[in-house]
């Protein structure tokens, strides 16, 4: 059973930075997507960025030049690094494993039902 767990969320001014991490526990196969997710108070799930099974980082338009996802398979561990906060970046953020193979990290992270495992997320607030 694969288990994710989220942590270093937090509140910070605008500007600042935070780096999440999602430890990963189980079968956690390299042909996986694994992604962040992010959700507002009354928005929807949307995508922040994915590494996909070649490797292939994509970032959400919103956050490009910001944030970067990041991974450390001998920890098991996926990161976000978030530079340049915004107050529209406040949400919970969650760490996500499509439990399939998964070749385009740019089409799973469109549909967040595309991924099965999840974790139990960690707030993001910042403020202006």
């Known amino acids: 059973q694969v288990q994710l767990v989220e942590s270093g969320g937090g509140s910070v001014q605008s500007g600042g930075s935070l780096r999440l991490s999602c430890a990963a526990s189980g079968y956690i196969y390299s042909s996986y997507c694994m992604a962040w997710f992010r959700q507002a108070p009354g928005k929807e799930r949307e995508g922040v960025a994915v590494?996909?099974?070649?490797?292939?980082?994509t970032h959400a338009v919103a956050v490009k030049g910001r944030f970067t996802i990041s991974q450390d398979n001998a920890k098991n561990t996926l990161y976000l690094q978030m530079n340049s906060l915004k107050p529209e970046d406040s949400a919970m953020y969650f760490c996500?494993?499509?439990?399939?193979?998964?070749?385009?990290?740019?089409?799973?992270?469109?549909?967040?039902?595309?991924?099965?495992?999840w974790g139990q997320g960690t707030q993001v607030t910042v403020s202006s």
């Open positions: 590494i996909d099974s070649r490797g292939t980082l």
């Open positions: 996500a494993a499509t439990g399939w193979t998964c070749y385009s990290g740019a089409n799973a992270i469109r549909n967040p039902t595309d991924f099965r495992y």
